[in-house]
Nanobody, 123 residues
Framework: QVQLVESGGGLVQAGGSLRLSCAAS????????MGWFRQVPGKERDFVTA????????YYADSVKGRFTISRDNAKKTVYLQMNNLKPEDTAVYYC????????????????WGQGTQVTVSS
């Protein structure tokens, strides 16, 4: 059974930082690209960032470029999202997702999803 479990969300003031983690089980983690998406109520789930299976390639949405950093530890089967200089518009439920091999930016490209973790940024 595949499980992706996010953690690290919470409430933070604008300008602050959070680090999200996503622990995977039930998959050969090192064979999967990992992505982070976010969603606010009533809106579509949006791409945030992704990293390829080996960690050598990353891609970011323009809205988070320079503020967020994705990384992975294949030995720990975990992907991370370091979020700095957070803004109120970053408030959302953040989801991690897994896709075999290469990274993608579309929701439909990812096969496995976590349950999400809430990030709230106060102004």
């Amino acid at each position: 059974q595949v499980q992706l479990v996010e953690s690290g969300g919470g409430l933070v003031q604008a300008g602050g930082s959070l680090r999200l983690s996503c622990a995977a089980s039930g998959i050969t983690f090192s064979s999967y690209a990992m992505g982070w998406f976010r969603q606010v109520p009533g809106k579509e789930r949006d791409f945030v960032t992704a990293i390829n299976w080996g960690g050598g390639r990353t891609y970011y949405a323009d809205s988070v470029k320079g503020r967020f950093t994705i990384s992975r530890d294949n030995a720990k089967k975990t992907v991370y999202l370091q979020m700095n200089n957070l803004k109120p518009e970053d408030t959302a439920v953040y989801y991690c997702a897994a896709r075999i091999r290469d990274l993608g930016v579309g929701v439909n490209e990812y096969k496995y999803w976590g349950q999400g973790t809430q990030v709230t940024v106060s102004s």
